[in-house]
Nanobody, 123 residues
Framework: QVQLVESGGGLVQPGGSLRLSCAASGLTFSTCAMGWFRQAPGKEREFVAAISWGGGSTFYADSVKGRFTIARDNAKNTVYLQMNSLKPEDAAVYYC????????????????WGQGTQVTVSS
């Protein structure tokens, strides 16, 4: 049974930083592309970042490019999302997702999802 468990969310002031983690089990993590998505109240789920199975390729939404960094540690079956210079519009529930094959920004291409972790950006 595949499990993806996100952690690291919380309340942060604008301009602050958070690091999200997603621990995976029940899958061959080192062969999966991983993605981060987010969903704010009343909005559709949107792509944030993705990383290839080996970590050599990363992709970002334009809205987070230069501020967020996705990384993975295959020895720990964990993917991370370092978020810097956070803005109020970054507030959302953040989800990690896994898929076999190449990373993509399309949510429907991912096979497994975590339960999400809340990120609130407010002064």
């Amino acid at each position: 049974q595949v499990q993806l468990v996100e952690s690291g969310g919380g309340l942060v002031q604008p301009g602050g930083s958070l690091r999200l983690s997603c621990a995976a089990s029940g899958l061959t993590f080192s062969t999966c592309a991983m993605g981060w998505f987010r969903q704010a109240p009343g909005k559709e789920r949107e792509f944030v970042a993705a990383i290839s199975w080996g970590g050599g390729s990363t992709f970002y939404a334009d809205s987070v490019k230069g501020r967020f960094t996705i990384a993975r540690d295959n020895a720990k079956n964990t993917v991370y999302l370092q978020m810097n210079s956070l803005k109020p519009e970054d507030a959302a529930v953040y989800y990690c997702a896994a898929r076999r094959g190449a990373p993509t920004s399309f949510a429907t291409a991912y096979d497994s999802w975590g339960q999400g972790t809340q990120v609130t950006v407010s002064s």
